[in-house]
C-alpha cells in the first residue's frame, strides 16, 4: 500500500519523484494520491505506471484537479484485473465511456466505488457492463 494524500503533489514537481517509485511496484495493491493538486498531465503520465500495476485493488484519485486526464487513468484501470475501488472527482464523458469499456476486463470485480465522479451523462454506457458483472455485490454512486 502507498498512501500519499495530502501532500499537495503536483503536476510540475511532484510527479517525477512519483514515477520512479511506482516504476519498482508493480505488485501494489493500493494507490492513494487524494487531496493533492494532480492534474490532467499528471493522471496522463500516472496512467503508464498504474497499467503495469496489475495487483491494484484500491486507487484513489480523489479531490486532485484531474477531468480529461481521467480518460487514461480509466484506460489504465483495464490492465488491472482485480481493481474493485476506484474514486476521481471530475471523471467525466469520454473518461467515463472508457472506465465502463475497462470494466469488461475485470469480470471478478466484487466492489466497485464509482463516487464522486460526474457519471450522470454517460450512465447509460455503465449499465450494460454493470450488467456483465456477476460477482459484484456492493456498487457506490454516491
Do not use: W
Not at 8 to 13: F, G, K, L, Q, V
Not at 28 to 48: F, P, T, Y
Not at 86 to 93: A, H, W, Y
Not at 110 to 120: A, D, G, Y
Amino acid at each position: 500500500n502507498l498512501n500519499l494524500s495530502d501532500n499537495m503533489i503536483r503536476d510540475d514537481e511532484g510527479v517525477p519523484p512519483i514515477l520512479e517509485c511506482l516504476s519498482g511496484l508493480s505488485r501494489l495493491q493500493s494507490l492513494c494520491l487524494l487531496r493533492n493538486k494532480l492534474g490532467d498531465d499528471s493522471a496522463r503520465v500516472l496512467s503508464e505506471a498504474i497499467a503495469r500495476m496489475t495487483h491494484l485493488i484500491d486507487l484513489d484519485l480523489y479531490n486532485n484537479v484531474i477531468s480529461t486526464g481521467g480518460q487514461a487513468v480509466a484506460e489504465a484501470i483495464g490492465c488491472c484485473p482485480h481493481v474493485r475501488r476506484f474514486r476521481s472527482n471530475r471523471l467525466m464523458g469520454s473518461g467515463c465511456i472508457s472506465l465502463a469499456k475497462s470494466l469488461e476486463s475485470m469480470p471478478r470485480i466484487t466492489h466497485l466505488s464509482l463516487s464522486k465522479n460526474q457519471l450522470r451523462s454517460s450512465f447509460a454506457e455503465f449499465a450494460p457492463a454493470l450488467k456483465r458483472l456477476p460477482y459484484l455485490v456492493h456498487l457506490d454512486l454516491m
